[in-house]
């Protein structure tokens, strides 16, 4: 199995639990971090910010693992998406402080997956290529 796949799969098999999780039932995850939802409002920013959009990428990286027709996309999605999350973990621990334990653990996957990427970006591009005929 190609490095690629092995990247995709399980950051979409990951990212996808996560999001099914805070798609279905939102306060089990909430509840580690000392977080209540105490509104409907609340609840429909988990649902949809953080399960319907992961469960969305997901789709999105596993796609990628399993059709090379998607992987290039699904590798730059991934770079940008877990990047993103990182960067903001770092700019609220430096506006806010340090969260719990188990954010930094989440923060050093995502920056793990998003290296990942780049370098399985970079790989393929510094790689000969066949050309393709129409």
């Not at 910010?49 to 789709?59: H, M, N, P, R």
């Not at 995502?110 to 066949?130: C, K």
């Amino acid at each position: 199995m190609s490095l690629k796949k092995v990247v995709l799969g399980s950051a979409g098999l990951g990212l996808g639990v996560i999001g099914l999780i805070y798609l279905l039932v939102p306060r089990f995850l909430l509840d580690v971090y000392g977080v209540d939802i105490q509104s409907p409002s609340e609840a429909n920013l988990f649902r949809s910010g953080s399960g319907s959009l992961f469960v969305a990428v997901a789709i999105l990286f596993c796609l990628g693992a399993a059709n090379t027709r998607y992987t290039r996309t699904s590798l730059v999605t991934l770079f940008t998406f877990m990047s993103g999350l990182a960067v903001g973990r770092v700019v609220s621990i430096v506006a806010d402080g340090w969260p719990h334990a188990l954010l930094i653990a989440v923060l050093v996957v995502e920056a793990f997956y998003a290296g990942a990427a780049a370098y399985v970006l970079r790989v393929e591009d510094s790689s000969p290529r066949l050309r393709e005929t129409a």
